[in-house]
């Protein structure tokens, strides 16, 4: 049982190119997040999805956009990296919705933008 | 808005001292308070939420709702609690529903 996995793991990027970060589980999670986590600011939630199909805003959205066609999986895309969103980015996946439900993480992608 | 206050980024203790990770929030509706916790080379994971009103691990937290607080104790630290806690909220109303908000953590590192 895989869990919640992240592909890439690791990538470098140059300002201004485009890239897509995959999450996918495999517990038939109905809600799924992504979190970016940097140094002296913890995780802070970029945008969420309570559904197939559905997704919205969280803290800190601005620079990416995101996409859940598929229940299992959940993208989050960088349309033109910036320096400011070097960061390790973290996915989960809950069962129920936020608080009855618990989140699994992933493992985290460690993104640089030069 | 909502918030999640851990003050410490980093707590260093003895082998065998009580811990206590400090978390303060400011919610408008009704909290609900977890501690998510990230060893070494590990995911991060649930440790444990206030609605339980469980002990994990050896670790306990009561939510104060006067001193909007949530702070997470153990007696005696042990050197395989070292790791990054993270405080979080969520809750009905007040904008954090569907979402967990999480502090910016704390380093417990335990010293032998």
């Known amino acids: 049982n895989a869990g919640v996995t992240q592909t890439p793991k690791f990538r470098v990027l140059k300002t201004g190119q485009s890239m897509t970060l995959l999450c996918a589980q495999d517990?038939?999670?109905?809600?799924m997040y992504w979190y970016r986590q940097d140094p002296g600011m913890g995780l802070r939630l970029i945008h969420y999805s309570v559904g197939e199909g559905t997704t919205a805003k969280g803290e800190v959205p601005d620079g990416y956009n995101v996409s859940r066609l598929k229940k299992q999986n959940f993208l989050l895309g960088l349309e033109s990296a910036a320096p400011s969103q070097t960061s390790v980015y973290f996915c989960?996946?809950?069962?129920?919705?936020?608080?009855?439900?618990?989140?699994?993480f992933g493992e985290g992608s460690r993104l640089t933008v030069l | 808005a909502q918030r999640v206050t851990q003050p410490e980024k980093l707590l260093s203790v003895f082998k065998g001292a009580p811990v206590e990770l400090k978390c303060n929030y400011s919610?408008?509706?009704?909290?609900?308070l977890f501690w998510y916790v990230q060893y070494s080379r590990q995911r991060l994971q649930l440790l444990l939420r206030h609605i339980s009103r469980e002990s994990i691990k050896g670790f306990t937290a009561d939510l104060n709702k006067g001193e909007t607080s949530f702070h997470l104790k153990k007696p005696f630290a042990q050197e395989e609690d070292s790791a990054m806690y993270y405080c979080a909220l969520s809750g009905s109303g007040g904008g954090a529903t569907n979402k967990l908000i999480f502090g910016t953590g704390t380093l417990l590192a335990v010293q032998p």
């Open positions: 989960a996946s809950s069962l129920f919705r936020v608080p009855t439900g618990e989140l699994f």
């Open positions: 919610y408008s509706g009704s909290p609900e």
């Open positions: 517990m038939n999670h109905e809600y």
